[in-house]
């Protein structure tokens, strides 16, 4: 034992954690109880805001606040503001008593706490004004992304010094959790933003097409992972046990779900592509990889709810147990749906409806919602040194909660099996489909009232809470706790070597048993047969192994614990395995040959303006542009009489980013456009001509009726950036986009030229409110300068593709090109 | 965590056997901690879907013998489209200009159904007289029958979209769809036979 010292926590940033928490929670969740109204009722919008100033403000709708911008918003705000601060709180508070010191430094807490808010309110600036990225969950513009690293950096130096400072020999449990939240975030949020900026506000992203694809969900899913689960774990793992007043069920569970869940949890970033262009092999490794994950997030429950073994009696008097209960049995139930969605037979039905909305809330609401009251519940009563204000308030918020939670996601669940099983119903000759797109979306309009009830019900307690906290609060006094603890001698902690960690056997074998399987999946038959026989022999040795050396090698897993840098070394490694294999092949080895007999047209300068303001509006939220390889996708979306009609992956090989999209709140556009109808090639006439998308985009409901698209009167209004072309096409060629050699001038004569010949089309017979003092050449004038020009460009453009032969190139690292019995289907 | 008492417990590392609680040694903050087996069951999932991983992949990439998605989606949609051109075949063969006209178009029941058609559709770009006030598409009230002004010319404009060598509308150049793509051949005699009956003037002499 070393000297004695008394140590104050730093509890003023976990307070100003959650109080910021709790702020950007209520707002977040407002913002999303107003976009699900939008899905409702049209005029929410923006109309009803003529109607709440008495007609002052004349609007059929307003860009600030539509869905497509909102939506965003509150995705953003609900995750990296409302838990993002939640989950600072938690391992600021959390980390110092675990590791018996105070936070290393206080200016890198103030910096991380107020960096954090002042990108909070950077993305609540840009957001609505449509400054977006489209990549969901990664909207944010490029210096905003800056940012976001910069602040990362400074919480991971904060928290690494912490651990570095240590008069704890060996870490928690909790510590793993938060330690690979770090380096994993860290990883995901770098590769998935790496971008070429245009201008101050806007870049492209440095992948495009499949390969964007595939690193937005590999970023996607695991932003999931790394900062929706992974931390919440390890706040579980802390202030359950504490609360319960009980020893953790299992420290062998901890070591076995933790290592596994990092590990599998990366793979199963392509369960979001299930059924789309993406490569079968990418498919297949989502799949498994997802359903391996079950039995490891099951594992983090179990060692949750059997830690209360023996405490059960308090869930009838302590609401921090029934917060902590529930939220882990919906961790539970949405880690057993995870998995189940996973599976592509299942993905086929659940994939672009609501029933992927009622998922992620059964694990936002559920168990990210309900572990972060329980933890303010347990918190704020020793932050203020006094007792929680009313616990009928926080029991009232807990029953509160539970019902809004089961009617949103019972609604949710309701809408999107029905809505899938209609979208997917084929008529009794068998030649047909049922349903119109739009009959599907009014036949789901009840569950859509019954979700916003429940969102309402929900954050009317969030509502109650911050009553609750902040009475609690009033009736405390700040209050940083001091503790008395023994120093660790230098050499006590942190001295293995790195040669200790790497050739322990447990390593050597791990790695080579993901070298093989990584092997197999690469190699054709003979050769994968031998690998499989070897893995299966070295997996028989490590069992043996296992079996008679499980003293030792628990022993090294006490030691790595003693030890933070080797230990911070081996997540890092389990966490990146996973997206070297499954992005490498398909971003450096097999990039130019992703084309599969279809290779992009490249967009005219316009149509690229056009593209860039779809993506600024959010239309990928309610849009997808993927057909996938179902026969309703193909019958619904595809050409007649082309029986491979799906989208193939060179058809988006130049989108930077891509737009797949994940929900289908309006219909699929992948072929909305069409063929050339002028010599010049400058207007396109697809599913619908210029006309229509010109009434549609006033008054969707005017050629869509039923439809609740918002109406874009702005489109009308504002004018297309012809200026920032010319820079934003340098930007593309520097990406490979093959664009031929134009100068400045030429590229927005270009851009100019098309827009007169589309605003040609429609300016003799259309009629546009806003501006009824023009008619023909001067209506033409006006509408060529306007943004509408450019979408309807872009929109017209949509699936336009040249024939390749599909077979002209090798691809090195295909498993696909393997399949003994695979040819390519456009033999029929 | 002094005040809890589970001194009952042995302390240790690690146990050993199925059923053997054993409380480990180490404290954190006052958090103690078991050192519990796995529960058989969850390790049996575990297992199972690792398996089952070896298992799918073997399958479809080792040996191969379920077929690619390619393979199947390519295969279905061309087994559908065999059995719309079949149906099309069918409907046609009993089809003619003037069944059409003293048949269909006199059977309250298909113009009616033709009718409900027209309602949720057409409508949009026709417009509810039929006369398309917006410009988006053809009137079909002023006896001009631009695509052919037999019966079966309509039946097969509304089966098969603009024809391919038209330059659909001037100067939008709004095309129709094939909406044989989204009925069946009988709806669209249906939808043909409300059409007729509403311009029998031009249809008399079949």
Redesign the interface.
Known sequence: MGDKTSITFDDRTPRNFMIASLFWGIIGMTIGLLASSQLSWWQANGKFLEFITFGKLNTDGLDLITFGRLRPLHTNAVIFAFVGNMMFAGIYYSTQRLCKCRTASKLLSLLHFWGWQGIIVGAVLTLPIGLSQSKEYAELIWPLDVAVVLVWVIFAINFFWTLAKRNEKSLYVAIWFYIATIVTIAMLYIVNNLQIPTSLTHSYPIFGGLQDALVQWWYGHNAVAFFLTTPILGIMYYFLPKAANRPVYSYRLSIIHFWSLVFIYIWAGPHHLLNTALPQWLQMLGMLFSLMLWAPSWGGMLNGLLTLRGAWNLLRTDPVIKFFAAGITFYGMATFEGPLLSIRAVNQLSHYTDWGIGHVHSGALGWNGLMAAGMFYWMAPRLWATKLWSISWANMHFWISLVGILLYVGAMWTAGVMQGLMLGQINESGTGLTYEFVETLQAIQLPYILRGVGGLLYLTGFLMCAVNLWQTARSGKMTDVTIEVNLLKSGEKDNMKIGELIFHRAVVYTGVIIGLVSLWFFTPFTMAATILVAIVMVGIVVMFEFRWNSRSWANFHDNLLENYIPFTILVFVAVAIGGLIQIIPSVVVNRHVNVEGRLQELYTPLELAGRDIYVSEGCYNCHSQMIRTLVPDVMRYGRPGIPDDYSHLGESIYDFPFQWGSKRTGPDLAREGGEPIDEKKLVRVGKRDNLWHFNHFLNPRQTSPGSNMPAYPWFFEKKTDFKSLPKKIKVQRQLGVPYPTMTDHEIEQHAREQAMAIAGTVADSAFLPSRQDLSGPELRNYLSETQFTAVVAYLQKLGAYTEQDPDNQPHPLDPDKNLPAYELSTKN | ?S??D?TQYRRG???RAKGEVI??E?E????????????NW??F??YG??V???G???L??????I????????????S??E??SA?LADTMSNLTDAALVNEWATDESRVKAGEAIYL??C???HGPNMDAP???ALSLVDHEWKYGNNPLDIFKLINNGTPAES???E?????M??F?????PDQIAELTAYIISKNKEDFKDF
């Open positions: 965590m005040d809890t589970n590392d690690f146990a409380l480990r180490h954190y903050d006052g958090i103690q901690e078991f050192d519990q087996k796995l529960p969850w390790l999932t575990f879907a690792i089952f991983f070896f799918m992949w073997f479809y990439y080792t040996i191969g013998v077929p690619s998605d390619h393979e199947r989606i390519t295969t279905a949609v061309a559908v489209n059995k719309k149906a949720q559709v409508i949009a770009c917006t410009k988006l330059k659909g509308m100067p939008s150049g709004a095309r769809m094939a044989g793509q989204l009925y069946t």
